[in-house]
């Protein structure tokens, strides 16, 4: 307990002292791991902007494949329309060949018609030019055919829109054979583009998958970087709170040193002040001069001789009293 009253008394401010290092210590730490979440922080963001790189090339390479895999399913669609087609065209010569109507009797398809009518066009062209007749029987025939050919020009722009194959529908047997050709190659073709289309598609979906990953990867790392910036700022307002009282701390401290210096200046030049000799004093100085000129002696020390043993013991007593009160001066 004395060892602590010498230190306190030797050390007034060791109190004041302890707490601003301690804070101090505390800031330090404080800021150390504000650093060290910044630091982390960055490290996890360069690893976000290298993934997200990676997932903006990835991207381009999707964007290549799903143009590829567009341009076969736009493949296997024409495919798929014209086999489709034909086999339509294909179902109504077949109609055609066995003389189907429809259950209400209406007239026949305009292809059938029109088939109709080239081969009776047909006939009667090589029946004119074969046989002979009659000019009133020519001259009938010619006028059949020539109503026929004019409703063949008729049906002729609804044929050809129809039609995907042109054929001979003047023999419907060949007509037919040709369009089940066709109708197998395009069907074929169909399924050819279709197992295509699943590869790329299986090779497509694989990226996508990894685009994915790749995303969540991104998105994680983005996250976690945000977090230890959001730490460190943390830290960072609670350093700043703490360093208000720091500052408080350190500005006590500074005062009381300050009072103390101040004081002790003051005291010391106090204790000088009393203590000059009187060859020290400009007014002793003056005042001896001012005796020399009136009277025209002057003892030595500036005292006459019924002062000198009184001034000793004055001096003297005045001493011990002021070393008593002052106690020992210690400068810092």
Known sequence: ??????????????????????????????RENRNSYREQGKAIAQKRNAVQEQYREHK???????????????????????????????????????GRRNEKGEKKSATAEFSHLMNEIKTLEDKFQTTSSST?????????????????????????????VSVDLSNLDEAISTLKSEADDAHKMFVEALKRADEKWAEYKEGLDHRNF?????????????????KANNIHAKIEELMVDVNKAREQLNL????????M????????????????????????VQ????????MFGGLGK???????????????????????????
């Open 291 to 298: 005796s020399l000129l009136k009277d025209g002696e002057l």
């Open 136 to 164: 009133k029987k020519e001259k009938e025939t010619m006028e059949r055919i020539k109503r026929m050919k004019r409703r063949v020009g008729e049906l002729e722009p609804e044929v050809v829109k129809f039609e995907m």
């Open 214 to 230: 790749l995303k969540a990867e991104g998105d994680r790392h983005h996250l976690e970087s945000v977090e230890s910036h959001e």
């Open 60 to 98: 381009k390479k999707l964007d290549l494949m799903k143009a590829e895999l567009d341009a076969i399913h736009g493949e296997r669609n024409l495919h798929k329309a014209k086999r489709d087609t034909i086999q339509a065209q294909l179902r109504e010569l077949i109609g055609q060949a066995k």
């Open 1 to 30: 307990m004395r060892g602590q009253r010498d230190e306190a008394k030797n050390n007034p401010d060791s109190e004041l002292r302890e707490q601003l290092q301690s804070m101090e210590s505390k800031v330090r730490k404080m």
């Open 256 to 263: 009381a040193v300050e009072e103390r210096k101040s004081w």
């Open 306 to 332: 019924s002062d000198t043993a009184s001034s000793s013991r004055n001096n003297s007593s005045s001493k011990k009293k002021n070393m008593q009160r002052l106690g020992p001066i210690r400068r810092r």
């Open 265 to 288: 200046s003051d005291h010391n030049n106090a204790v000088k002040a009393e203590m000059k000799t009187g060859a020290e004093s400009d007014e002793v100085a003056e005042s001896l």
